[in-house]
């Protein structure tokens, strides 16, 4: 016969092991109320180093790259691989390494996917973009990778890279660029840096571009941009979009036009780090006003419009990591007019790298930091 006690051990040992359960479950999916839809966040993939950029095939599995210099393959059960052969050679130069991650438009035919790295000679980088067949059948591997291009001038600074992947319609493809550290290079359209650059696919410069047969440089876009760490292309506007690094104060957040100027160094909503003001106030002739700005300055990052079905509260807004005020910011629009912001995950205490919506319609995010994750955005049930 059992005895009382032993029943309310056992009972006890149940309920234990129930309500540890229910903390695992609660602990890996996180609740938060947002303007219009109550979120479940919840890790989809952790153990990453730095994590920078994102591509998902079509399977729901994810390319995913590390800063230090390693390109994974991640599992739709959330496994990663081990660090994929064929990969371009870098190594972490200051905010730089490996970078961005974009599939081609023709994935389903060519398997190539581009990637913008730190291309490091000696003591020197600068922004490059690597092109390779992702070969997913035994080990996971990329091949036939090359270099496309390399930025005309290397430095031996350390920051800003820029260094977002954006295709457009035609297949063509927008490569955003820091001006390394070093202001008055965005005013020179000759140099790569401090510009947004326009390629096709083997890295020449498709007809259109604005500098062709004329004095600049015939990749270039357009020029006067800081650190674009983030960019997408606007698919109501058919138009891209890019999020730029102000320095104390004077994000923007710009739509890149062909040959335009959009200010950096000579104008800016924000000053120096030193307090001090930049260049010649907020506007010149000649020089493109923002879209939108922040001051103080947020540190933003990858940016995403958002299309998907799984939350119909957010068709049509554009998203955006924050690194500095470690959030996710989401922006309502009006054609190109921004109308307004909200502020969300700040309970988290992430720097958010990349934002992407996902086959699924969920939103995924990179978190930045030596043990950083991929994190899962669905609508709470």
């Known amino acids: 016969m059992t005895s009382s006690r032993h029943l309310t051990a056992a009972f006890a040992a149940a309920v234990f092991t129930t309500v540890a359960a229910m903390s695992a479950g609660q602990a890996s999916a996180q609740r938060f109320e947002t303007e219009k839809h109550t979120l479940n966040v919840e890790t989809f993939a952790d153990g990453l180093e730095h994590p920078w950029g994102l591509a998902f ?163 270039i876009w357009s020029i006067g941009h800081r650190n674009p760490q983030g960019a997408a292309f606007n698919p109501w506007m058919k138009a891209l979009w890019t999020v730029e690094h102000g320095a104390r104060g004077g994000d923007e957040i710009n739509m890149p036009q062909a040959g335009l100027n959009y200010g950096w160094p000579v104008i800016s909503y924000g000053t120096h780090y030193s307090g001090f003001k930049i260049g010649e106030g907020t506007e010149k002739p000649g020089m493109e006003q923002p879209l939108y700005y922040w001051d103080p300055s947020i540190a933003p990052s990858g940016m995403e419009f958002y299309t998907g079905d ?16 470690q959030l996710l910011v989401r922006l309502t629009l009006d054609g190109g007019r921004i109308m307004a912001e909200e502020r969300m995950l700040e309970e988290l205490g992430e720097r958010i790298r990349a934002v992407k919506q996902g086959p699924d319609g969920n939103l995924y995010l990179l978190t930045d930091s030596p043990d950083g994750r991929i994190l899962k955005i669905s609508p709470a049930e």
Do not use: C
Not at 133 to 148: Q, V
Not at 310 to 325: I, M, P, R, S, T
């Open 57 to 219: 095939l079509s399977d729901g599995r994810v390319l995913v790259s590390e800063r230090p210099g390693r390109i994974r393959l991640v599992e739709t059960d959330g496994s990663l691989s081990a660090p994929l052969e064929g990969a371009p050679p870098t190594r972490s130069f200051g905010q730089g390494g490996m970078l961005d991650i974009a599939l081609d438009p023709d994935f389903a035919e060519t398997s190539r996917v581009f990637i913008t790295y730190a291309h490091v000679e000696g003591g020197e980088a600068g922004t490059a973009v690597w092109r390779a067949r992702l070969i997913t059948e035994g080990t996971p591997r990329l091949e036939d990778g090359k270099t496309i291009f390399r930025m005309n001038k290397l430095t031996s600074k350390g920051q800003h890279f820029g260094s977002r992947i954006v295709f457009a319609p035609d297949k063509t493809m927008w490569v955003t660029v820091g001006e390394r550290g070093q202001g008055e290079r965005a005013q020179d359209a000759s140099d790569h840096a401090g510009s947004v650059l326009r390629m096709d696919r083997d890295g020449n410069a498709p007809a259109g571009n604005p500098f062709v047969g004329k004095e600049g440089d015939d990749l």
């Open 310 to 325: 799984a939350f119909a509260g957010w068709k049509g807004d554009v998203f955006l990591g924050a690194l500095k005020y």
